[in-house]
């Protein structure tokens, strides 16, 4: 009698925790190296949703210790409407360092499912990016769009995580 209990605990257990890890996809993380045309395609894609871009490199370390943060709002308000690209500018440092192993890497350890992109010809498309992003010669530099497409705030205006969690908010609800 009690290895027949045995016997369907353990299976009721197993079952549980093939469950368990049936229920938790692996999202995977994808990175494209990119020109300036292809971002700004990228970006038109999403309209009829609110965008945050975030462009770091893994040699900024103000970049590394905020990118965590971009996760926990593409947690938050993804299924909202908000769609968070990450930007790496690793090439715009000494290109002959550049890894995109080391990008790749960075971006799986902290989860970052969302479109990510590596400036591939940051020399040549210095200026187009200019006018796409704004002025993000200094990292981290994080700019937004309405569901318009348009160009609605940078991190050139200070906010503190709270009040860019409100921005968000206040942009998700204009349909």
């Given at each position: 009698?009690?290895?027949?209990?045995?016997a369907?605990?353990?299976?009721?257990?197993?079952?549980?925790?093939?469950?368990?890890?049936?229920?938790?996809?692996?999202?995977?993380?994808?990175?494209?190296?990119?020109?300036?045309?292809?971002?700004?395609?990228?970006?038109?894609?999403?309209?009829?949703?609110v965008?945050?871009?975030?462009?770091?490199?893994?040699?900024?370390?103000?970049?590394?210790?905020k990118?965590?943060?971009?996760?926990?709002?593409?947690?938050?308000?993804?299924?909202?409407?908000?769609?968070?690209?990450?930007?790496?500018?690793?090439?715009?440092a000494?290109?002959?360092?550049?890894?995109?192993?080391?990008?790749?890497?960075?971006?799986?350890?902290?989860?970052?499912?969302?479109?990510?992109?590596?400036?591939?010809?940051?020399?040549?498309?210095?200026?187009?990016?200019?006018?796409?992003?704004?002025?993000?010669?200094?990292?981290?530099?994080?700019?937004?769009?309405?569901?318009?497409?348009?160009?609605?705030?940078?991190?050139?205006?200070?906010?503190?995580?709270?009040?860019?969690?409100?921005?968000?908010?206040?942009?998700?609800?204009?349909?």
């Amino acid at each position: 009698m009690i290895r027949r209990i045995l016997a369907v605990l353990s299976l009721f257990t197993a079952g549980v925790l093939i469950g368990v890890a049936a229920d938790e996809p692996a999202k995977s993380v994808e990175v494209t190296e990119v020109r300036a045309a292809d971002l700004q395609k990228a970006l038109a894609d999403q309209k009829g949703k609110v965008v945050l871009v975030d462009c770091w490199a893994t040699w900024c370390a103000p970049c590394v210790k905020k990118f965590p943060h971009l996760v926990e709002l593409h947690k938050k308000y993804a299924d909202k409407g908000l769609v968070c690209v990450s930007l790496s500018m690793d090439k715009f440092a000494d290109e002959d360092d550049y890894k995109k192993e080391k990008v790749v890497k960075f971006l799986k350890d902290k989860g970052a499912t969302f479109p990510n992109f590596i400036v591939s010809e940051p020399k040549k498309d210095e200026e187009a990016l200019l006018k796409i992003l704004g002025d993000f010669q200094a990292i981290p530099y994080m700019v937004m769009y309405d569901r318009t497409g348009k160009k609605i705030w940078t991190s050139d205006e200070k906010l503190d995580d709270e009040k860019l969690a409100k921005l968000i908010e206040a942009e998700l609800v204009k349909k």
